[in-house]
């Protein structure tokens, strides 16, 4: 069978930050009880920062337990996330990383003394209230250069859009305006400049009646239907970047302003430390919505990496990779009809009863008729 999948020379390479054969060798000379074994691995260098950005109010809870036993639940806790810096190679702060290697003829692993660094910045929902804020400001709005909607399109009498919802965890809605004279010769204005100023969207239906059409410009802006320069981009340049790069174009640059510029260059440190997070964690946490329950969410978020002195992966091991991969790909073209297909369709699925059974066997037959076939 021909290979169907190659690589590009390079492959990364996910690790855990702390090696379990330490924590099994730890429990295994471990001549005192479990939880003096917790609190002296949780002395550990590096260990309190990693807590605190995967959850800021564990890592309070943790230390209004210093200088006396931690209740069972909380020593499970902690457990959990110890186990989890030596144990899980999947994203998660500080407590796994990642190097990216090459591929050649052997493999071959070293790490250097010291190959661990951390790159940080805000987390998203930072710049995203910010832009937010400064949208809805009204001395600053006026200030903006203003674009159609780039999932705007036209369907019948409709103008149709995509709206993002504006609470904590936000989500996409389908919206829509009836098409008017009006909002046309602003739809035909922008579609030809691009984008426009504040001013410009205003001068656009003449001298008369500015009020009004100020007051119509801003629903359009607080709709979605017009978004500002400052709408952050998803892939790119980094929000917090790209925000700062807006802002500083800008005759006023507000106080949010530089405490995110603030935050970027305290964030810019390798390693970072506890109270740098502290710090930009108390700049911001006002501005941010509580979450349901009232737990706080980590303001920063730090990726872990790694630079190797050697590591490759030889072509060999890769090749049967893709051989597999390909091998695999017979599953697109598998016809599979969904047990829903073949129900009947007067039939009514009670949870309790046969339909549910009915359509668990039926998957369970399709996907074993799919392996069969691979």
Same mark, same amino acid.
């Given at each position: 069978m021909n290979v169907v999948f190659d690589h590009f020379s390079f492959f990364v390479l996910r690790l855990p930050a702390r090696p379990i054969s330490q924590l099994i060798e730890a429990i295994k000379t471990n001549p005192s009880k479990p939880s003096d074994l917790l609190y002296r691995l949780l002395q550990q260098s590096r260990l309190a920062e990693a807590i605190y950005l995967a959850s800021p109010d564990l890592y309070l809870t943790w230390q209004m337990a210093q200088g006396k036993e931690m209740d069972p639940s909380l020593q499970k806790a902690m457990w959990r996330y110890l186990i989890r810096s030596y144990g899980r190679a999947t994203p998660y702060g500080l407590f796994a990383g990642l190097g990216v290697g090459t591929i050649g003829k052997t493999s071959r692993f070293e790490l250097g003394s010291n190959p661990w660094y951390n790159v940080s910045r805000t987390d998203s929902l930072v710049p995203i209230t910010i832009a937010k804020s400064f949208t809805n400001d009204p001395q600053i709005r006026t200030l903006l250069r203003y674009t159609l909607n780039n999932s705007l399109y036209n369907v019948g009498d409709q103008y149709r859009f995509s709206e993002r919802t504006d609470n904590l965890k936000s989500s996409i809605v389908l919206s829509s305006f009836q098409v008017t004279a009006d909002l046309t010769r602003l739809v035909d204005y922008l579609s030809k400049q &691009?984008?426009?100023s504040y001013a410009d969207l205003i001068r656009l239906y003449g001298e008369d009646f500015q009020d009004e059409v100020s007051t119509?410009?801003?629903?359009?802006?607080d709709d979605q239907f017009l978004v500002s320069q400052l709408n952050l981009p998803v892939t790119g340049l980094e929000m917090t970047d790209y925000l700062i790069d807006q802002i500083k174009q800008l005759p006023i640059q507000p106080t949010l302003y530089h405490q995110l510029v603030q935050a970027k260059q305290l964030l810019a440190e390798s390693p970072v430390n506890l109270s740098t997070l502290e710090q930009v964690q108390s700049m911001f946490k006002d501005l941010i919505p509580e979450e349901p329950e009232g737990r706080t969410q980590a303001l920063v978020q730090t990726d872990l990496f790694f630079a190797a002195k050697q590591l490759e992966l030889p072509s060999s091991t890769v090749v049967q990779i893709a051989r597999q991969f390909g091998q695999?790909?017979?599953?697109?073209?598998? %016809?599979?009809?969904?047990p829903l297909?073949?129900? %009947?369709s007067d039939s009514r699925i009670d949870?309790? &009863?046969?339909?549910?059974i009915y359509l668990l066997l039926s998957t369970l037959k399709s996907a074993s008729d799919l392996c069969r076939t691979i």
């Open positions: &691009g984008s426009a119509y410009i801003n629903q359009l802006i695999l790909r017979y599953c697109l073209y598998h %016809p599979y009809v969904s297909a073949t129900l %009947p949870l309790m &009863g046969r339909q549910l």
